[in-house]
């Protein structure tokens, strides 16, 4: 039968310690009305506020506290759209950055959110291409900032769903280990666990395939080798990296 498979990712990828500071050029040409998207703590980013600030830009906070709920991307989408924002950034974990991308999706879009979920909604395609969106993940495990699905729950229909598009893989990934410092040593074993979760269930997927496969092994090495010193020492930039 041979070998098949298709690979797809953010556009681009941009790791290292400090590389947060490269935010405000990666921005340039992209419009200077900036949704910033972060956690319940939103002085964790007032660095990067202050940056884009001194750098002209504008920014708008919108605060993502829990899992992405449909009235909260609804209102996210309401705010971007009233301050007329010409580009997305997700600062935080998994959550905030899969928040970030639906808004991002769903700004140019007409219609309402149900209108493209699945299961629950009509599943309809996105017509217009989203935002400009860089996500900024500060904890280690989810891998929302390189995928092109957002996983929203509904109160109402009591259940979690996607929105989902090729047009949803982020434009860049902002990966800098400097970031996860901060993360408590419950947190930085939990998601540090969820990492090495997706990791194994690919590798043993009916579904795995050679290129990918190169990525489970080095990273289960790597995770082996780091995890244990970074809960313990979350000061170590070598394990946080």
Do not use: W
Not at 66 to 84: Q, W, Y
Not at 170 to 185: G, I, K, N, R, Y
Not at 213 to 230: Q, T, W
């Amino acid at each position: 039968m041979g070998i098949n498979f298709e690979f797809a990712t953010a556009t681009q990828i941009i790791f290292g310690n400090g590389t947060v500071s490269r935010v405000p050029q990666l921005l340039q040409g992209m419009g200077k009305n900036i949704l910033l998207v972060t956690g319940k703590n939103p002085g964790r980013a007032k660095f990067l506020t202050e940056n884009l600030e001194t750098e002209g830009f504008s920014v708008f906070l919108f605060q993502v506290e829990k899992e992405p709920d449909t009235e909260m991307i609804s209102n996210g989408v309401n705010l971007a759209r009233e301050k007329d924002c010409d580009a997305v950034l997700g600062f935080g974990g998994g959550s905030v950055i899969d928040s970030a991308k639906a808004i991002a999706a769903l700004v140019p879009n007409k219609g309402e959110l149900l209108d493209y979920l699945e299961v629950i909604g009509k599943g309809k395609k996105l017509e217009e291409k989203p935002l400009p969106f860089i996500a900024i993940p500060t904890t280690a495990g989810t891998g929302a900032e390189v995928t092109k699905n957002s996983v929203i729950h509904s109160p109402e229909h009591h259940v979690k769903v996607s929105l989902r598009s090729p047009l949803m893989f982020p434009d860049v990934a902002v990966v800098d280990p400097e970031l996860t410092l901060s993360m408590p040593p419950e947190i930085t074993a939990t998601t540090g666990m969820d990492a090495l979760t997706h990791l194994l269930e690919t590798f043993v997927s009916n579904q795995s395939n050679p290129f990918i496969d190169v990525f489970c092994r080095e990273g289960m090495h790597r995770i082996s080798s780091s995890l244990k010193r970074a809960y313990e020492n979350g000061d170590d930039k070598h394990a946080r990296e």
